[in-house]
């Protein structure tokens, strides 16, 4: 049975661990993004603390993606077999991204704005949230859509713990030595993963100043 | 809200702005000494220009006085009260500020980047827009036909002239400015330099002006402060400075001839 043949008649499945698979995206970056954007619009301009946690998400980029899986199997509360151990793996690895670019975007305001900013009586939170997120926001997109593009992709290895989505069928495919059942689980992930990287392109280009 | 704001002209006899044994060290240890014991008082309405050489302190003076920096010794007083003791926020939205580079946010159009103070200040829509066709008037701009543009859209010139709106926007009794005609060419420079001489003299704000250019002090200030290495070398009136005998104030007036002749 080749790949087309294998997607026709197995089409329901693909659907369905597509949607799995973006659920599982969806909800990891929902959270990536609601940590890591605060928390980098805290630690911009502590040099110390910025260091501490870019450190600290680096690590979490480095560790292997089938070991962090595997490592957060036997820890109580995050870890276990299914979904949310996959959701908190997915959330360490799109941490990364987001963070450093939003450190990277907030500090980079040209000083001279800042300055003018500053001498007409703006707040730090004034100048936080109405000079440098505005004139970062494409940067902090740029972050978002690297993170949710890594995300996509290492979404797959979660079906190992049991989570579902595309990978399922890599695995399957794997098992049974069949390239048309890896495809039926690579080609829709890479799909997914152009789609959001065209998206979230965009939406960076229009949210670009001057 | 504080009920802490700058009053303005009129007050009283005392200058509204003055430093008193005022030194600044830059480096993380004072190791960079940069201006050294300045005593200077500034009556209000007076339009004092800061001239000297890059280097000199100039810049540094003239942000000690809305707290942009902190003294290392010595006190700064607006309006008879130290600048460390002021609500820094309400002492800056009570000075206006003008750099060379504008610094105009390039995000807000020429409407938001002028009366970002009056919004700050939570003033009635009505008033914003009044005071914002007043101020471009002022500066020679058409309020309709600006209001929509982003700064990118302007030219050197404009994008000046609509700093210069931005800073009066709160009507502040207090201007200051940091070599504001310093980026322009210059047939705009002196239109500029002209225009807001005559600006100036209409709105008889106390004006703090820096610049390293004697042609430019003799037209806009009625007294020129010469600085040296972080000291003030000659203090005099416009019209009697040129005329000291400080061998500085003749270095700088036969080096502006040279360029006269020069150019």
């Known amino acids: 049975m080749n790949f087309w043949q294998f997607s026709v008649s197995h089409q329901k499945e693909i659907w369905a661990a597509t949607r799995e698979h973006l659920t599982l995206v969806f909800i990891a970056m929902l959270i990536a993004v609601a940590i890591a954007l605060p928390l980098g619009m805290f630690i911009v301009g502590r040099p110390r603390l910025q260091s501490i946690a870019l450190g600290l998400a680096n690590i979490f980029q480095t560790i292997p993606s089938l070991a962090l899986f595997g490592f957060l199997i036997p820890i109580p509360f995050l870890g276990g077999i299914g979904t949310r151990t996959a959701v908190v793996a997915l959330v360490l690895y799109a941490l990364l991204p987001i963070l450093r670019n939003t450190c990277v975007g907030l500090s980079g305001v040209d000083p001279v704005i800042l300055e003018a900013a500053e001498a007409m009586g703006m707040t730090e939170r004034q100048i936080l949230f109405r000079v440098r997120v505005p004139l970062a926001r494409s940067i902090l997109i740029a972050g978002i859509r690297t993170s949710t593009v890594i995300t996509i992709g290492v979404a797959t290895i979660a079906a190992a713990i049991g989570a579902g989505g595309l990978g399922v069928f890599i695995f399957r495919g794997v098992a049974m030595v069949s390239n048309a059942v890896i495809l039926a689980g690579a080609v829709p992930a890479a799909l997914l993963a152009l789609a959001a990287d065209y998206l979230l392109g965009w939406l960076e280009r229009r949210l670009r100043v001057g | ?263």
């Open chain 2, 1 to 263: 809200m504080s009920s802490q704001t700058i009053a303005g002209a009129g007050a009283s006899g005392d200058p509204i702005i003055e430093f008193r044994g005022v030194s600044y060290s830059a480096g993380s240890n004072g190791a960079k000494p940069i201006l050294d014991g300045i005593s200077l008082a500034i009556r209000s309405g007076e339009t004092v220009v800061l001239l000297g050489k890059s280097g000199a302190g100039k810049t540094t003076l003239l942000k000690l006085v809305n707290r942009m920096l902190v003294p290392s010794s010595g006190e700064v007083f607006v309006e008879g009260q130290a600048t460390a003791t002021w609500d820094v926020i309400r002492l800056r939205r009570g000075i206006g500020y003008v750099i060379q580079h504008v610094g105009l946010f390039p995000h807000f159009n020429v409407r938001r980047n002028v009366t970002l103070v009056p919004s700050l200040e939570k003033w009635s829509k009505d008033r914003q827009e009044k005071r914002y066709a007043e101020v471009m008037q002022l500066v020679g701009l058409d309020p309709r036909e600006f209001g929509k543009r982003l700064p990118n859209q302007l030219s050197g010139g404009q994008r000046q002239r609509v700093g210069v709106a931005r800073a009066l926007a709160a009507d502040p009794p207090i201007l200051l400015m940091d070599e504001p005609f310093g980026a322009l060419d210059p047939v705009t420079r002196a239109d500029l330099q002209k225009e807001f001489h005559e600006l100036a003299e209409r709105l008889g704000k106390t004006i703090v002006l820096v610049t390293h250019d004697l042609r430019e002090a003799l037209l806009l200030g009625s007294r020129i402060v010469l600085m040296d290495k972080g000291r003030v070398v000659a203090d005099a009136s416009a019209e009697s400075f040129p005329s000291l005998a400080q061998p500085l104030v003749q270095e700088y007036v036969a080096s502006q001839q040279t360029t006269v002749e020069d150019s």
